[in-house]
């Protein structure tokens, strides 16, 4: 009799010890930030930006890095970043929270120009007019279908953003209104550098046949489920193993840079799959 309790005991601490350890684990895989950095070098980037370094903050659905986003600001001030770029989605739709979002925003502003596109939980959100409101009265450029010139040490670059196609993408023909929009922000300065900032990796297409060099998207969450050598296991708009998750894809001239994100959204846990936060250092090259 004592055998058997001793071997209950053993059986319950080896559950309770798992447990612990696998909620150890999850807290961990959603709650600690990587720094994923890469330079990205081109001729066609100006001598005079040659070294200028661009945060990418992607997908943050308003989760919350300690107490007035302490964790995730240490991050942005070690970066020392040029420009923060937001791709999409500082809150989410389901249970919105833009005070926690606006929490980083405020504070981010200090560091360096802020430049932010809507994603899908934006334009689907209810909450959008607000957090809008307060985005401007921060001094966020909002870039929705729209182009602003960078200048730095008498060199320019073109910064564009494409507001979210939520709408679009379930119309029949919107494709060919995304079309447009691109064709009318990419403007007429030839030779010109051009960075775009889009939620959407799955129109990687759209963006390489309008020839711009370098791209910002999120929208993905990494695949939520990263597997060995296979990589995510889903994101929205691609389904099962989808192509455009994370890292840096090409296609000919078209470089886009794919951030991994930082909360979640209906799934509400990560696997292999850290939160990200992405430097990419500009390069000229003669």
Same mark, same amino acid.
């Given at each position: 009799?004592?055998?058997?309790?001793?071997g209950i005991?053993?059986?319950?601490?080896?559950?309770?010890t798992?447990?612990?350890?696998?909620?150890?684990?999850?807290?961990w895989?959603?709650?600690?930030?990587?720094?994923?950095?890469?330079d990205?070098?081109?001729a066609?980037?100006?001598a005079?930006?040659?070294?200028?370094?661009?945060?990418?903050?992607?997908?943050?659905? *308003?989760?919350?890095?300690?107490?007035?986003?302490?964790?995730?600001?240490k991050?942005?001030?070690k970066?020392?970043?040029?420009?923060?770029?937001?791709?999409?989605?500082?809150?989410?739709? /389901?249970?919105?929270?833009v005070e926690?979002?606006?929490?980083?925003?405020?504070?981010?502003?200090e560091?360096?120009p802020? /430049?932010f596109?809507?994603?899908?939980?934006?334009?689907? =959100?209810?909450?959008?007019t607000?957090?809008?409101?307060?985005?401007?009265d921060t001094?966020?450029?909002?870039?929705?279908?729209?182009?602003?010139?960078l200048?730095?040490n008498?060199?320019s670059?073109?910064?564009?953003?494409?507001g979210?196609?939520?709408?679009?993408?379930?119309? =029949?023909?919107?494709?060919?209104?995304?079309?447009?929009?691109?064709?009318n922000? =990419?403007?007429?300065?030839a030779?010109?550098f051009?960075?775009?900032?889009?939620?959407?990796?799955e129109?990687?297409k759209? /963006?390489a046949? #309008?020839?711009?060099?370098?791209v910002?998207?999120? #929208?993905?969450h %990494?695949?939520?489920?990263r597997?060995?050598l296979?990589g %995510?296991? /889903?994101?929205?708009?691609q %389904?099962?193993?989808?192509g455009?998750?994370?890292g840096?894809?090409?296609?000919?001239?078209?470089?886009?840079?794919?951030?991994?994100?930082?909360?979640? =959204?209906?799934?509400?846990?990560?696997?292999? *799959?850290?939160?990200?936060?992405v430097?990419?250092?500009?390069? #000229?090259?003669?």
């Amino acid at each position: 009799m004592a055998k058997r309790i001793t071997g209950i005991r053993k059986q319950i601490l080896i559950i309770i010890t798992t447990i612990v350890l696998l909620g150890l684990f999850f807290y961990w895989q959603n709650n600690d930030i990587v720094i994923t950095s890469a330079d990205y070098t081109n001729a066609a980037v100006p001598a005079g930006f040659d070294g200028f370094r661009i945060l990418q903050v992607s997908d943050l659905h *308003n989760k919350e890095f300690g107490k007035n986003q302490k964790g995730l600001m240490k991050l942005t001030r070690k970066i020392q970043p040029d420009i923060i770029v937001i791709t999409g989605d500082l809150i989410d739709s /389901y249970r919105p929270d833009v005070e926690t979002a606006m929490d980083y925003v405020r504070q981010a502003v200090e560091i360096a120009p802020v /430049y932010f596109v809507t994603g899908n939980h934006e334009m689907k =959100s209810v909450y959008y007019t607000e957090l809008s409101r307060q985005l401007t009265d921060t001094g966020v450029n909002i870039m929705d279908d729209r182009a602003v010139l960078l200048k730095k040490n008498k060199a320019s670059i073109i910064l564009m953003g494409l507001g979210d196609p939520y709408f679009l993408s379930q119309e =029949s023909g919107g494709e060919e209104i995304i079309k447009d929009k691109l064709n009318n922000i =990419s403007g007429e300065e030839a030779g010109t550098f051009k960075i775009l900032l889009s939620h959407r990796p799955e129109l990687f297409k759209l /963006y390489a046949e #309008h020839n711009i060099e370098l791209v910002f998207s999120g #929208h993905a969450h %990494g695949g939520q489920f990263r597997l060995p050598l296979i990589g %995510g296991l /889903y994101a929205p708009n691609q %389904g099962f193993f989808p192509g455009y998750t994370n890292g840096i894809i090409v296609n000919k001239n078209t470089s886009m840079v794919v951030s991994r994100g930082l909360g979640n =959204s209906v799934i509400p846990v990560r696997i292999f *799959n850290r939160p990200e936060l992405v430097v990419v250092t500009l390069r #000229h090259i003669d």
